[in-house]
């Protein structure tokens, strides 16, 4: 009977190492841009098979946009182009660019990343990421992009509360940056996800703390949507605006 006990306990416990090895691999080889290909690939084989609108408004960014299945619904009138892979980064989505942003021809382009680049095990800061999304914009406009740009900012989550600093220091050097560039925009959604008293709302996220519900995607959705309206890109057109 010990020497079972004995023998459980130690298959448990190389378990648990070589689970806790796994996750440990997963988050630095995430940190590789090359790390996406699969979805990246993905996305060109759904291209091939069901072309996406055209003249449409792209949204680019990592697992808040992945995991929106009901995005199209919550923009119309506003058709919308869906490339949300992984946990992408800025850097990741700027390291696709050439895949997943120019062959659209978008009228406008949301950027809804930056969160995973702030939870990198090696470290990156905020200054990091607003170097990163700078890099992004200045590449497509190099390229002859000149879609406009919106930054939906980072939003706040119970179980990184502890993170919540570096994203507003992050947001607000965004923020700053894109006010004086020409066609570049900040849509503010952090702070519907605060109460009166500015604590996170729990009842916008999964059990998990991290992952968006149902509410807190219906609570993000208007303001963008508000955002794209009020540009025109719910009105058909020939061109861009």
Known sequence: MRRSVVVFGVAFGIAVVALFAFLIYVLLASGDPKYWEGEIAAFERRDVSNPPPENAVLFVGGRDLRLWTGLAEAMAPVPVIQRGFGGARISHINHYRARIVLPYDPRAIVVMAGAADLSDVRGRRPEDLLNDFRTFVLSLRAEGEDAPVYFVSLRPAPAREERWYGQQRANALIADYVRTEKNMYFIEV???????????????????????NGKGYETIGPIIRKRLIEAGYGELRS???
């Open 190 to 212: 952090s702070t519907a996800m605060l109460d009166e008293r500015g604590n996170i709302r729990d009842d916008l996220y999964r059990w998990d703390g991290l992952t968006l």
């Open 239 to 241: 061109g861009r605006q």
